[in-house]
């Protein structure tokens, strides 16, 4: 059983029939670029979040005393 917070119990059926509807909207030759896309998005919001993360980090000795 496949549940997801957003499709509650999804079946092998209902993905097939997704899967096909998308095919039929964009064809074969657009979704290889979709998915770069998509793909380059996600690695561009893992970046943000990591470089986020390398600003809010403890601050070192060497920042006391630039405050000093």
Wanted: glycine fraction near 14%; charged fraction near 25%; avoid cysteine.
């Amino acid at each position: 059983m496949n549940t997801l917070l957003f499709l509650g119990s999804i079946g092998f059926q209902e993905i097939l029939v997704i899967a096909l509807i998308v095919l039929l909207l964009f064809g074969g030759k657009k979704i290889p670029e979709l998915m770069r896309g998509l793909g380059k998005g996600v690695k561009n919001f893992k970046d943000g979040m990591n470089g986020a993360d390398a600003t809010t980090e403890k601050p070192t000795e060497h920042d006391d005393e630039k405050k000093q």
